[in-house]
């Protein structure tokens, strides 16, 4: 069984985390190591500084007044070992301090007092150098944490003891924990809410995708292709999509509509020579013995549908290669013998209409010349339908420098107005064009164009009623 997809909204939240918690968690780490390290060291500082002082007076004077006097730090404790380590003199109050062991301290000295965390990134203060002449120590006295500094005194390369600096960690442990503690905290809290403030954004920047998805399940559901995406607030990516969503239904819609049409037209015309065909055949079944003159009429029907038939099938299917998007041959020809061989085979066509050419000779272009002699004898068919016996047709193909016209003139009725726009669909015929045509498919000129986009040209047809028709194709010169 498939696990459940986890959603976009919910993976853009959990990146928005994971990423916000990497950087605050190395943020905080930072700001805790530096802060925390930094305060060590200086409390280094001060002790060796302090130790230095008292150091200088003993050396100097046989002395240090320092150790008379009360330090200016509390937390500071100041004492005096000789060789023996012995304690000679300590500063007021050192009394709280048991005495320790500077020799020990000096044969094994302390790391530093920060954690390994801290000691993971450079210090913001040198961190002082230890070495046998001085050391650092940890004390543990009364479950808290000291800092101890022994800096040996030699004069004249006699040993004369020990200067001891000491000072308390527990302030500085227990302020670096809180900062330790509250900074992880927030650094929890921050997460949540990025956690949290990203889910809202990506359910925001993501709004459009749920209504396409919306919409596109209310389609899938109901077949309806009118639906569509609500208003674009944004023109970024999302908003982009939603309109090309939306023009892809119109697309969509369009296409499902001229499919519609198509079937219920196609089903029209094929039924209509169908049921002659079943007529006159049931006729002819139900009555053997008709007269022979009959039997020829109705034969001669049968076969008159039959052929209609073929043609329309043969039409729709050249359609439906159409639809399929199969490519024509190219390679260059001489559409002026195509021209003529197509008036040769429309003059059989005519039933007392004028035929008439002016066919440029030599004319070249690449294209398909069986297309191309299909595209010229359905413009001269169409025009021989729609024109009366007596009238003309006529047929010009000529040339420029850049281009090579087809026309076909008929001086038929005309095409109204408001059926020009629509004489390229499938299917579709005027009502006078149906009076005078009832054999006629209405795929005729819609094949027609289809090849002269194929060959990358241009139709127009030019009409006005009462005047006839002017079919132009032009195409590109070629070969």
Request: aromatic residues 10%; charged residues 20%.
């Given at each position: 069984m498939p696990s459940?997809?986890?959603s976009i909204?919910?993976?853009?939240?959990?990146?928005?985390?994971?990423?916000?918690a990497i950087a605050l968690f190395i943020m905080a780490f930072l700001?805790?190591?530096?802060?925390?390290?930094?305060?060590?060291?200086?409390?280094?500082?001060?002790?060796?500084?302090?130790a230095r002082h008292v150091a200088a007076g003993v050396l100097g004077a046989g002395r240090s007044y320092i150790l008379d006097t009360k330090p200016e730090s509390a937390n500071i404790v100041l004492r005096l070992y000789n060789g023996n380590e012995r304690l000679v003199q300590a500063t007021p109050g050192a009394e709280q301090v048991p005495p320790a062991s500077p020799r020990a301290t000096i044969v094994s000295p302390a790391g530093p007092a920060y954690d390994q965390a801290a000691a993971m990134v450079p210090a913001l203060r040198v961190d002082p150098v230890q070495s046998t002449k001085n050391a650092f120590g940890i004390l543990i006295i009364r479950g808290e944490r000291w800092r101890q500094y022994v800096l040996p005194l030699e004069k004249n390369g006699r040993f004369l003891g020990y200067v001891e600096a000491l000072t308390p960690l527990g302030p500085l442990d227990r302020a670096v924990s809180d900062l330790k503690?509250?900074?992880?905290?927030?650094?929890?809290i921050s997460l949540v809410a990025v956690i949290g403030l990203g889910g809202s954004i990506a359910r925001r920047a993501l709004a459009p995708i749920a209504r396409l998805t919306s919409t596109a399940g209310d389609i899938a559901q109901s077949g309806d292709l009118s639906r569509r995406v609500g208003p674009v607030e944004h023109p970024d990516e999302l908003g982009r999509l939603a309109m090309t969503f939306n023009e892809m239904l119109g697309s969509l819609q369009a296409s499902s509509q001229v499919q519609q049409r198509f079937l219920a037209d196609a089903s029209h015309e094929l039924r209509a020579p169908l049921t002659i065909m079943q007529g006159n055949l049931e006729l002819l079944r139900l009555h053997p013995d008709m007269e022979t003159q009959e039997k020829h009429d109705m034969l001669s029907d049968v076969e008159k549908e039959t052929t209609r038939l073929a043609r329309l099938v043969s039409d729709m299917l050249l359609l439906a290669r159409r639809d399929a998007g199969v490519p024509?041959?190219?390679?260059?020809?001489?559409?002026?013998?195509?021209?003529?061989?197509?008036?040769?085979?429309?003059?059989r066509l005519a039933g007392g209409q004028v035929l008439k050419h002016a066919v440029q000779p030599g004319v070249r272009v690449c294209g398909d010349p069986d297309r191309l002699h299909q595209l010229i004898l359905i413009l001269l068919d169409n025009a021989l339908k729609f024109t009366p016996a007596g009238r003309s047709v006529g047929l010009i193909v000529t040339e420029d420098q850049e281009r090579v016209l087809l026309v076909v003139q008929d001086e038929g009725p005309g095409i109204p107005?408001?059926?020009?726009?629509?004489?390229?669909?499938?299917f579709y015929r005027a009502d006078p064009g149906r009076a005078r045509d009832p054999g006629g498919t209405g795929l005729g000129l819609p094949i027609a164009?289809?090849?002269?986009?194929?060959?990358?040209?241009?139709?127009?047809?030019?009409?006005?009623?009462?005047?006839?028709?002017?079919?132009e194709v032009t195409l590109k010169r070629g070969g």
């Open positions: 459940k997809a986890v909204r919910l993976r853009l939240a959990l990146w928005y985390g994971v990423l916000s700001s805790y190591a530096l802060f925390a390290r930094s305060q060590y060291v200086a409390q280094d500082q001060v002790l060796r500084l302090s503690n509250l900074l992880f905290s927030l650094a929890a024509f041959r190219s390679a260059p020809l001489d559409v002026s013998r195509i021209a003529l061989e197509a008036f040769r085979n429309a003059q107005a408001a059926d020009q726009a629509h004489v390229f669909e499938r164009a289809w090849i002269v986009e194929q060959h990358q040209g241009s139709i127009e047809l030019k009409s006005e009623e009462g005047h006839g028709t002017r079919v």
